[in-house]
Structure formats: C-alpha cells, structure tokens
C-alpha cells in the first residue's frame, strides 16, 4: 500500500496532465482499436458482452468507445474532478467517482473488466485486484496492461520512487503476475514488448517532460494480458 499522502499527490499530478489537454485529441476510437490489436492481438468485438467495467477510466479511457456491450461502466476517484473541469463525458458510458479499493458494486455485477495503465497510479494495487476479481461473475474475462520497469531498473526502483510524482508504485512483470493470480484470476494470455514512444509527441524535445517521458520509454515496458475468474 502506497502513503495516502503520497497518492494524493499523484492523483494531483495525473489531473494537471489530463486537464492540459495533451492526451485529449489522440485517445479515439480508432487509437483504442488499434490498442486491441497491436497489444492484446485480437479485434474480436463480440469480447465485449454484457456488462462492462473500466477501472480508472480517465476521461477518454477504452470504455467509452467499446462497442456490443449491455452496460457500460467507467471508474475513477477523479471522476468528479474531470466533471468540474467541463471534460469529456461519453453518452452510453456510466461514469462513477470512486476508488478501484473499494467498489461500489455487489458481487458478481460484470462480465468484463478493463485495467489499462493503472495499477502503478493507485494506492493499494492487491486489493484492486481483489475487488475486481469479486465483482466479476465466474468464466469472466479482465483485459490488464501495465508499463513495468525492466528488471535491471529493480536495483535502483528507489530512485524511480522519490522522482516519479505520477506513479507510487513501479512494479515488474513477476510482481504485477503475482497480483493477479494472487487475486484468483488465471492468466491466459500475455503478451510483453519494448514501451512505444509514449507521451514523447505530446511535449517539444525543448521541454523537461520530452526527456521525462523519454527515460521512462528506456526504463519500462509494455505487459498485456487476459485473464479469467
């Protein structure tokens, strides 16, 4: 578990991001197909049945362009946050401000979840994980991806912590694994590569944050799963 504190400040940075706008014009419904395919390898939309949930769905987060599902469902303690700043909201998508810890759903309520680069953003990544796996019904499907640190980054990760305002954690591909089959889920397919250049468009290579983003494409990279309850 993170420091509260130290999470409040991360929520703080990761709001100052996204009301700057810089993601605002690349996440659409062709960039989060393209998510599908390049990183999960499939573009099967019948993936998407029944009910469905995002946790941390940000304000363009893949919830609100997933197509076939019955219910659509987005959660984020910044929700209310997004709302007072006047950003996106997505008719057909439910958007609700709370805590991936401590969800306010009863057991057993969705067929699909989405943790898509969050578990690094929150204060107690375990019993995410843990409250996903409750409020999924047997046989259903979680589509997780995760930037973890490479593991010659292990020995130096304290650094990453005193640095990296965005994230309280920063885990490895064992430790997020362990999470989840921790968690109960089986994982049943995965797929890792090099982390693309990401956020790198959205600064001028005068900026601090170019650079920024920069070491953080060397340091981390991409794990894409699906697994099941």
Same mark, same amino acid.
């Given at each position: 578990? =993170? ?34 395919? /390049? ?20 304000? /363009?987060?893949? +919830? ?20 007072? !700043? ?7 998508? +439910? ?6 810890? @401590? ?22 990544? $375990?019993?995410?994980?843990?409250? @996903? ?7 259903? /499907? ?7 640190? !490479?593991?010659?980054? @292990? ?27 921790? =968690? ?7 797929? @890792?590569?090099? $982390?693309? !250049?990401? $956020? ?8 601090? /944050? ?16 699906? !697994?099941?309850?």
């Amino acid at each position: 578990m =993170a420091k509260y504190r130290r999470w409040l400040k991360a929520q703080e940075a990761e709001l100052d991001f996204i009301v700057s706008g810089l993601l605002e014009s690349s996440l659409d419904a062709q960039y989060w197909e393209n998510v599908l395919i /390049k990183d999960f390898s499939f573009g099967d939309r019948s993936f998407w049945k029944g009910r469905v949930i995002e946790i941390g769905c940000g304000i /363009k987060g893949m +919830i609100h362009f997933v197509k076939g599902a019955g219910l659509k469902v987005g959660v984020d303690p910044l929700a209310l946050a997004f709302k007072r !700043a006047n950003l996106s909201e997505f008719p057909g998508t +439910i958007r609700l401000c709370a805590m991936g810890e @401590t969800l306010p759903f009863q057991p057993n309520s969705f067929d699909r979840a989405i943790i898509y680069n969050v578990l690094d953003h929150t204060n107690n990544p $375990r019993q995410i994980l843990k409250e @996903t796996f409750r409020i999924l019904r047997p046989g259903s /499907k979680l589509l997780f991806s995760l930037f973890a640190i !490479a593991p010659w980054v @292990t020995p130096i990760r304290w650094i990453l912590d005193l640095m990296d305002r965005e994230h309280p954690f920063h885990l490895t591909l064992q430790e997020a694994v362990s999470m989840i089959k921790s =968690a109960g889920f089986e994982v049943v397919r995965m797929k @890792t590569y090099k $982390r693309r !250049a990401y $956020r790198l468009w959205s600064c001028p290579p005068s900026s601090s /944050k170019h650079w920024k983003h920069l070491g953080a494409n060397l340091l981390h990279y991409s794990v894409n799963c699906i !697994a099941v309850k």
